[in-house]
């Protein structure tokens, strides 16, 4: 009898210790540790998400998410390089392995998601597509469009929603299209069409690199749903699981009041919370074969997602996008993190 309990106590123990053991490396994170950096899919330069600035330094609010990536998984932001992709380049660059994780202002879809071999991991910013216009057109609402000549993007959503959308409001218009959002915007610049049609946040960032922003209106009207949402290749689970917990780490932060410039104090807090956070406490990163302060690493480097949010396109930088959607769930967002318990 005490042969069997000690046996049966064993087991228990060890099936304990296996829980917390560190989980094996996977094929993506083996890569990224043997290669030393992480290798980041980026716009070819959309002001606010992703863009290299004045000194070749990329920046954006997609750039700080693949920065926190970096700190977690390699212990440092700056292990990280960027590969600017065009709206036809970027999923076949995820899908081939020329990068780690696409982290560029991609919409989650039910076709991207199911047929073509990647996983989106969790929203980073929630847009919709929207209308850019010169404000001398004195054109107030999208239906007033009827009969203009509308610049868009191929390869993309915005393509197929503005057809849906005119169908359905009955708006007839001539779609001046093209590979890429540089030449929509230079041809709208040009006035080689009446308005430009793409996602509200990039239609900000247009304008607000423009000489005189205030010659240029964002319609009111938006016209789909856009999740812009980090994607990886189907198949590496721990991956895939990484990339989203980080991501809910941020918004975690956020809530809990952790923020770069606090988190090492936050070191000795005694809420549980903050605690399993930042690694005080439990081993959240062993099961994503993360050290325990994967999440504590990336908030030192980028802060929560607020901080993010505000640094590179909230009400004070030249975007001056209110948080909206993208607020916390307790203020009316939906940025909500899972239980990082």
Not at 169 to 177: A, E, I, K, Q
Not at 219 to 246: A, H, Y
Request: hydrophobic letters at 40%.
């Amino acid at each position: 009898m005490k042969a069997r309990s000690f046996l049966a106590a064993a087991l228990v123990f060890a099936a304990g210790a296996a829980a917390f053991a560190q989980t094996p490396d996977g094929p993506t994170l083996s890569a990224v540790k043997q290669r030393g950096h992480l290798q980041c899919g980026a716009s070819t330069g959309v002001a606010g998400f992703s863009r290299p600035d004045a000194s070749g330094e990329w920046t954006g609010l997609d750039v700080e998410i693949c920065r926190a990536l970096a700190a977690a998984t390699l212990g440092d932001a700056r292990r990280v390089r960027f590969t600017p992709l065009t709206s036809q380049q970027r999923l076949v660059a995820l899908q081939t392995g020329e990068i780690d994780v696409l982290s560029r202002t991609t919409t989650w879809t039910m076709q991207r998601d199911t047929a073509s071999g990647l996983s989106f991991t969790t929203p980073v910013f929630y847009d919709g597509q929207g209308f850019l216009v010169r404000r001398s057109a004195n054109v107030r609402t999208a239906k007033e469009l009827d009969g203009a000549t509308i610049c868009s993007t191929t390869g993309t959503t915005i393509e197929a929603n503005l057809a849906d959308w005119a169908r359905v409001s009955n708006v007839r218009y001539t779609p001046v299209t093209f590979d890429n959002t540089d030449a929509s915007r230079n041809a709208f610049l040009a006035q080689r069409c009446d308005a430009l049609t793409s996602d509200a946040s990039q239609l900000a960032s247009i304008r607000a690199t423009q000489p005189r922003p205030e010659d240029f209106v964002i319609l009111p009207d938006l016209i789909s749903k856009e999740p812009l949402t980090p994607s990886v290749r189907r198949g590496d689970e721990q991956w895939f699981g990484i990339v989203r917990w980080v991501i809910f780490a941020l918004i975690e932060a956020e809530e809990l009041g952790v923020t770069r410039a606090n988190v090492e104090s936050m070191l000795e807090s005694r809420d549980p919370a903050i605690q399993r956070l930042l690694g005080v406490n439990g081993n959240l990163g062993r099961g994503m074969g993360l050290d325990n302060r994967w999440a504590y690493n990336a908030i030192r480097a980028v802060g929560n997602y607020g901080e993010i949010f505000e640094r590179h396109v909230g009400a004070a930088t030249p975007l001056g996008l209110p948080r909206g959607l993208n607020a916390l769930w307790r203020n009316g967002g939906l940025m909500y993190a899972m239980p990082l318990r």
